[in-house]
Structure formats: C-alpha cells, structure tokens
C-alpha cells in the first residue's frame, strides 16, 4: 500500500485517495483471514433458490432502496459504474448499471448471489463499511486483492430504525472515473431508504417531522419521531437525534410535550386536519424549530386519542422484519372493494362502458382468462373486482398484485411464497405466495407488461399445470385460479421487442377488453357522484363553476386521478358539503385550458401589477398587502392567489401567520 492523494502524476495514472487507519486496519483483518493479495477472485455465488430467500429475507429492504437506486442510477448513468445493494453479512441482494461495466465486474464475481464481506473479498467498501458500520471508500490499489485494484467504491451501511444494520449501498465504478462526489450521492441515498424505512415501519403511529429551518422539512434533512399513544416518544431518526443533540433512548424518556413544547391535543389536531403549514415549536436545548404532523391512523379516529398499531418499539433487526411484515395490507378481500367495484355500479350512462360490462358479464363464471388494457387509472382494478364479485367464485379471495411495484428480485417469492424453515430469518409459517393465496377465487395481476421475462415463463407453467411450487420445496401445489390480467402497454409491441412472451400473451387474452380514458367517456356527472357516494355517504354537492371546470378538464389519470381530487376537495370543505373552486388541489388547473381557469368577473380581477401596487411600510407589510389583494381578488381562494402572486401555499401561510383552513 501507498499513501497518495488523489490526482495524476506525470504519466497520466490516477492515485488512490490518502490511506487512512481505517483502511489499515481493513487490510490487517484481511490478512487474519488469511487471503493473499494476488488470489483470484472468487466465484462461488448462491444458488438461485438460496439468492431468492435472500431477497425474501430482506425483501423490504429491497422495495424501498429500489427506486433510490432506480433514482440513483439516472444520475450516474454512462460513467462507467454499478450500484450494489447487499444485505447486513454483504450478499449482493441487486445490481444495476451500465452494461459495458457490469461485464468487466462480473470478472471479479461483483453480482447477486456473491458475497464482499472483507473475509471473502478482503478490504473493499462493502465488506469495510460493514466491518467499520460507517460509510466507507476504497479506491483502486487499496484493494487487498489486486484483481478488485481497477476498481473505485462508495459504500454507506443501511441501518434500521433503531439503529442495527440492515445492508449496504455501494456505488463501484472504474478507478479512473473517480469523483469526489459520489460518496455525498450514497450517503444521501441511504439516509432517503433509511428514512422511507423510519415511515413504513411506523406507519400507524403519529409522525412528526421537523427541523430548526421549515423549509427543509421534507427533505433527507428533516427529524422524523414516532409518538405512542400517550404522546410518549417512540423511535426518532438520525436527522431527529443529532437535532436534539440525544440519542434515541435519550429520545424515549420525553414526551411531546418536553421535546417539542407541544401538547399531543395539538399535533393531534393538526395531523387530523392535515395541516402543511409548519407549527412553532422549541427543543429541549432552547433551540427554535417547526414540525408538521401527520399519521394513517387520522382517517380512522374523529376525536382525541388514538389507537396505535403498536406499542413498543422493536428491539432488533428480527423483530423489525415482523413487524414491518405485520404492517403489510392485508390481502383485498371482495369486501374491501372501492365504491364502483360491481357491474351495477360501473354502468353509469356510457355506451362504451355498457357495452365492456355486457361482455365481461358473460365469462365471470367461464374458465377464462381476461386482459383489460386502457391507460393508467382508467379503473381497470375496478372492473377486476367487478368480475370477481359477479362470478361463482365472488366468496372466494380476490389478490391483486401489481407487477411494476415489486422489485424484480422479489416477485418469485411474492407470487410463490416459500415454506416454513426454508432459510434463517424467514417468518414462521413460512409465506404464502399470491398464487396459492388466491385459490378458489381471483388472481389480479396488474401491469402485468412490466413482469421480468424469467418470471413469466414460470407463471406460463403456474397456468398450464395448475399447479405451483413454493421456494424451497419441490412439493407442487395444485392451484384453482381465474386469472385476470390489466396493462397500460401494448403487449403486442412488448412481443416485437422481445420483452414480453408471446405463449403468455395468448394464454392470458382469453377475453382482451379495452377500457375508454375517462375524457373519452360521456357519463362524467354520473361517476362522480357515485364514487362521492361511495367513498363519503351523504349529501355532496358540487358547484356548477366547478361541474363545468370538471367537464374541460383532461383527466390524465383518469378514475384515480378524479378520486383523489374529490378526496381532497371533500376534506377541504368540510362540514359546508359543498365543493367550490378553492377546495380544488393546485395542479388541478394545470390540465385545463387557461380559459376555463379564470374566476367568474362578478367584480373585474386586478392584474399582477395592480395587485403588487407599491405601499408605504416594511417589506413584510408589502407582502401582507399584495397577498390580501390577491386574496381579495380571487373571493379568498388561496390556490388562485397563489398562482397569480407566483408563490407556494406554504410560504403564502408562512407570510401570513395563519395556518390553513
């Protein structure tokens, strides 16, 4: 080893940033381990079935640092580079990257199924960040095996909630590709899946992010503590601790009350009331900060207290796979159906709509397959569970599993399960897989079209033998299933380009069904006062300046797009039940012609200029001014003012001092 900066000598090579004791120390435990510096590299990767249990071991893990690498890889596409995620002992879990780089690593065994912990790999900034649970870089020569030295590492640990390490992310590329930089794009990496962790796992509980600055809640920078039912501190993140200055069972003696200097009544009320705008608070240290609240269990309590999912926090990486496996939806009954999910329902005027149901009517009880293609949001699941309910099978179990969200190393495990024992970690009972969980009733395979194409030879074979085999067993199944496809793709062009199989596409379009976009239909009105009736019983009603803002608007997302925006503008109305314009989402304007967006003249509407006329006083006077103009303006409609004024609803309330109503 040499101690170098990085730079280029007179030659042109790359130096190896300064060797420091870590790596030292790195490579003498390498040497106890008893490698050699010139060994070649080994391969001796698992097996797919154990690589699979891995995967199901920490799949979710897996689900939510997915889309970060997803995120991270566009960042640092075409610079010769991978990005790895490992589990807690440094088995690689995933891997993508450029192809080019991808081969090159494959010669070093760099790819799922191999493990890099530092006594299989010697020093390298997966096995080290592991060894040092700290983030970690090893550049070229410090490599313990020479064949890893044209290789640059970036690795950070992944810890749970409270505090054990779960895996590690590592971004590798060539050495001559190194910059600085890349670690910063790690470590903020982590901390975005450590942070997603932090939610999913307390989900049920009261949430309260914060920070000292409020525009920074949101961000990777943001606190996030979790509250007991009696206000009683929870867990908190590693953002929350190092602003309070206290670990997290220093953390666990406070209340809200102590740490924040807010009452739970309070957080309460906001979070029920989803307030955005940050509240004033004060830590322990007499530090000034803003926090915002929020939690699910809001939507199913009106008053006061609530019932919390849990009651203690988990004590080690174990427990914490229970309970975020515990925390799972459960499997959609047909009870849990959304409010258009039966044919009854569905048919609401259209043409196009009654002419879908007349036929799907006809094969609910056949032995059918049913692909249903239309764009996203169009309702192809409500039609799903519309068939469902009209068929023999409507007591039977209705599973829906959305090929585009699982990761594609865990859809074997997710469609197939595995069998008790099969691997250490694995949950007690084993898991039962969505094929089996649906016998005797429905299997919803959504966006089938983004289903890896191993994955589909194997549900080929579940559907032509009627049978399946768990994980870990080579005992069969036999399977009773309707099966029920849906796609926004085209799968005939998928075919062309060889991305999707065409024994499976005629083996699921038994009845293909193209469902219209929601602009394409003429039933509108209709639909939206069944799913108000649906989803909110009683008297709704909406005002015509919004009926007709309704009409011109492009709909984009389609059934699930309308069901939000009346979800939204249901909770902004509140007791009235009355739905006017500003109780419409912001971006809500944003698909309607410009035309159809200005307020009714019942008075003339002043310009920008006019609104932002000059006044005598402080500058937050001049701001207050032009805001109540605005506000003025516009008949007290926030979003309106604030697109005229060109400013967030947050900074509108932050200006004003008030919170949202």
């Not at 192809?99 to 912990?117: E, N």
């Not at 290789?151 to 590709?177: F, K, M, N, Q």
Request: hydrophobic share 40%; net charge neutral.
């Amino acid at each position: 080893m040499h101690e170098h900066a990085v730079g280029q000598n007179a030659s042109g090579t790359i130096h190896a940033p300064l060797v420091g004791m870590q790596i030292q120390e790195s490579w003498r435990r390498s040497s106890r381990f008893g490698l050699r510096k010139d060994e070649s590299p080994e391969f001796d990767p698992a097996g797919m079935t154990d690589l699979s249990l891995a995967r199901e071991q920490n799949r979710e893990l897996m689900a939510h640092a997915a889309p970060v690498m997803e995120t991270l890889h566009d960042q640092i596409i075409d610079t010769e580079s991978m990005i790895v995620l490992t589990d807690a002992a440094g088995l690689i879990l995933h891997a993508l990257g450029d192809d080019p780089f991808l081969q090159k690593a494959d010669k070093v065994a760099l790819r799922p199924g191999v493990s890099w912990s530092e006594a299989r790999k010697g020093t390298n900034a997966i096995g080290t960040a592991i060894a040092e649970n700290s983030p970690v870089l090893v550049h070229a020569d410090q490599h313990f095996l020479q064949a890893n030295s044209f290789l640059t590492c970036s690795a950070s640990p992944i810890h749970a909630p409270t505090g054990e390490l779960l895996g590690v992310l590592d971004v590798t590329g060539d050495y001559r590709g190194y910059h600085k930089h890349t670690m910063g794009l790690v470590r903020m990496s982590t901390t975005m899946i450590e942070n997603a962790l932090f939610r999913r796992l307390y989900h049920p509980q009261l949430l309260v992010a914060f920070h000292t600055r409020p525009e920074f809640i949101g961000t990777l920078m943001e606190g996030l503590i979790a509250f007991e039912a009696d206000g009683r501190v929870l867990s908190a993140n590693a953002a929350a601790c190092f602003q309070a200055g206290m670990s997290v069972s220093a953390m666990r003696t406070h209340t809200a009350q102590s740490l924040l200097q807010m009452s739970l009544n309070e957080l309460l009320s906001a979070a029920r009331r989803g307030v955005s705008a940050p509240m004033n608070g004060m830590l322990p240290t007499g530090v000034k900060m803003f926090a915002v609240a929020s939690g699910e269990f809001i939507v199913r309590r009106s008053m006061g207290a609530f019932e919390a999912g849990h009651s203690t926090a988990p004590s080690n990486v174990s427990a914490i796979r229970e309970r975020l496996h515990t925390n799972e939806p459960a499997l959609s009954p047909a009870s849990d159906a959304p409010p258009l999910a039966n044919f009854d329902a569905l048919c609401t005027g259209d043409a196009q709509i009654a002419s879908i149901v007349q036929r799907l009517r006809r094969v609910a009880d056949a032995d059918v397959c049913v692909l249903l293609e239309g764009e996203t949001g169009s309702g192809k699941e409500w039609f799903a569970r519309a068939l469902h309910a009209a068929s023999n099978r409507a007591s039977k179990p209705f599973v829906a599993v959305n090929c585009a969200s699982i990761p594609e190393g865990l859809i074997e495990s997710e469609l197939f399960g595995y069998e008790e024992g099969a691997f250490t970690g694995a949950r007690r009972r084993g898991q039962v897989g969505k094929v089996l969980a649906a016998n005797g009733g429905t299997l919803f395979l959504d966006e089938i079209g983004d289903m890896p194409l191993a994955m589909q030879a194997r549900l080929l074979r579940v559907l032509q033998e009627r049978s399946v085999n768990p994980l870990g067993t080579t005992r069969s199944m036999p399977v009773d299933i309707k099966v029920i496809g849906a796609t926004h793709r085209k799968l005939r062009t998928l075919i062309t380009e060889q991305r999707f199989r065409d024994d499976l596409y005629y083996r699921l379009n038994g009845l293909t069904v193209r469902l219209p976009a929601l602009r394409e239909r003429t039933d509108l009105d209709v639909v939206i006062a069944r799913i108000l009736e649906g989803t909110a019983p009683g008297a709704w009603r909406i005002a015509a300046p919004v009926q007709e803002l309704f009409r011109q608007h492009r709909w984009p997302g389609n059934l699930r797009q309308l069901t939000n925006v009346l979800r939204t503008a249901r909770a902004l109305a509140g007791e009235s039940r009355l739905i006017d314009r500003e109780h419409l989402p912001d971006d809500f304007f944003d698909d309607i012609a410009p035309e159809f967006c200005v307020v009714p003249p019942s008075n003339a509407v002043p310009s920008v200029e006019a609104i932002a006329a000059p006044v005598s006083g402080s500058l937050q006077d001049v701001e207050r001014n032009a805001i109540e103009r605005a506000l003025a303006a516009h008949q007290g409609n926030v979003s309106a003012a604030c697109r005229v004024l060109g400013i967030s609803r947050n900074t509108f309330y932050r200006r004003m001092k008030v919170e949202p109503q």
